[in-house]
């Protein structure tokens, strides 16, 4: 019976030192480049907060001593170096007089005006050409309204007609800028390509070629009450240049 039971104890002794083994080279060999074991208080990798200062979140130091990477925002915006580029000469008079109408209208901007003044300038020229008095009325003064209806009142008193074609605006720039009787005023002057002619009753032509393209350039100011909730402009003074 000894020698059985040794012969098995041998045999088991041998079986264990060759899974042992096998488990060595299978698990491999400890190096220090292992992951560390899940930590539960780490969440995400994030530094924790604790006592006083728990509404703090401090960056940890990088390892090896690198600096954290700084965050990237990207250029300033051009418009808050310059909000008159394109407009003004930067601490020319021009850009001081806008900078006097954006102190008390935060609202204002020089292209988003000068877009809506471009609009404003075709639709009042070809509305003035065709009579229109209710596309008038709220684009601009009352003042400046009674102007333009007494002269179509004169045209039409006449039996004249205007046929008018509008090319384009060819350019709008901002001259004058300033606060006047509690508006904001500013100046435009519009150089614009359109073709128009003047007929009497009997469809002569007594102004204007109807084959030619005429260069106009017209001085309009346009105002806003200061405070007002409405957006809109108003043309309050006209000049032909």
Do not use: C, H
């Amino acid at each position: 019976m000894n020698a059985v039971f040794d012969v098995y104890t041998l045999i088991f002794l041998v079986v264990a030192v060759v899974i042992f083994l096998r488990l060595r080279n299978v698990l491999g060999r400890r190096t220090g480049n292992e992951r560390p074991p899940f930590d539960p208080l780490a969440r995400s990798g994030k530094p924790q907060k604790s006592g006083a200062n728990d509404d703090k979140v401090v960056a940890m130091p990088q390892r090896g001593g690198e600096a954290p990477p700084r965050q990237v925002t990207g250029p300033p915006d051009d418009e808050e170096i310059d909000p008159w580029r394109g407009i003004a000469e930067p601490d020319s008079d021009l850009a001081k007089q806008l900078n006097k109408v954006r102190a008390v209208d935060p609202s204002f901007d020089g292209p988003d005006f000068l877009n809506g003044a471009r609009i404003a300038y075709e639709m009042i020229v070809t509305a003035f050409a065709e009579g229109d008095r209710k596309t008038l009325r709220p684009l601009l003064s009352p003042d400046v309204y009674d102007g333009f209806v007494a002269a179509i009142a004169d045209r039409e008193e006449r039996g004249e007609i205007i046929e008018s074609r509008f090319i384009g605006i060819d350019s709008a720039d901002i001259e004058a800028a300033e606060i006047k009787s509690e508006q904001a005023q500013v100046t435009v002057r519009f150089k614009s390509s359109l073709v128009s002619v003047t007929r009497d009753k009997a469809g002569e032509v007594v102004d204007g070629d109807p084959k030619a393209v005429s260069d106009v350039t017209d001085v309009w100011t346009f105002a806003r009450p200061l405070g007002s909730r409405d957006p809109n402009w108003q043309l309050v003074a006209t000049e032909s240049a």
